[in-house]
């Protein structure tokens, strides 16, 4: 079964400064992978996708990930973080079945400051 | 274009009562997931349905049950509730055809509460 490590639980980081979140994933075939991000109280919203081709991929708001299979690895970087970046982030793996289940890890807490 | 919306926000429960969430999937998505959201963790894949039927479940016990409807909108039920069952219950739907595999969108969730 895949599963997904997100081995910082909370990281701090001041506006202005890059910012890269790590992901490692453990998936027998080709993953399809994801990063979310969850402000509090909310649902979670897509900031990119892996499905194939191009191994960076570039998401919204500011936020691009590499797919580094040699390393089981898909992190997600920003050159420049803003304060409105503070949030949860997670990074999941698909099933690439027709189940289209998700396996998340369990999350970075982003701060911000000032 | 809606996108996927969840009733109620929030809902305070009883252990041992039954609770009835509800997903309204976004046009044109024909497949919604449940998931569970236990607090500082990352959400937990319950079940999907597909075209009105179960079409695959995660680690959850038989009183999780849900239904999917002619419109796809879904129904994610919950028997003799926990006090684990507390959590924040996100519906995410998903777009028919394989270029969309897995590529999901989530709803703002349902906070449960079972006290």
């Known amino acids: 079964a895949q599963s997904v490590t997100q081995p910082d639980i909370h990281i701090t980081v001041s506006e202005g400064a890059s910012l890269e979140l790590r992901c490692n994933y453990s998936y027998g075939a080709t993953p399809y992978l994801f990063w979310y991000v969850q402000s509090p109280g909310q649902g979670l919203q897509l900031l990119l996708k892996y499905f194939s081709g191009d191994t960076l991929v570039q998401g919204i708001k500011g936020f691009e990930a590499e797919f580094k299979r040699s390393q089981s690895s898909f992190n997600l970087r920003k050159p420049s973080v803003h304060w409105s970046d503070a949030a949860e982030y997670f990074c999941a793996v698909g099933d690439g079945t027709g189940r289209r289940a998700l396996t998340f890890g369990s999350g970075t807490r982003l701060q911000v400051q000032p | ?115």
């Open chain 2, 1 to 115: 274009e809606t996108g996927v919306t969840q009733s109620p926000t929030h809902l305070i429960k009883t252990r041992g009562q039954q609770v009835t969430l509800r997903c309204s999937s976004q046009s044109g998505h024909n497949t919604v997931s449940w998931y569970q959201q236990a607090l500082g963790q990352g959400p937990q894949f319950i079940f999907q349905y597909y075209r009105e039927e179960e079409n695959g479940r995660g680690n959850f016990p038989p009183r999780f049950s849900g239904l999917q409807f002619p419109n796809y909108s879904s129904e994610l039920n919950v028997n003799a509730l926990e006090l684990d069952d507390s959590a924040l219950y996100l519906c995410a739907s998903s777009p028919s055809g394989s270029s969309s595999y897995n590529e999901q969108f989530f709803g703002p969730g349902t906070r449960l509460t079972v006290l």
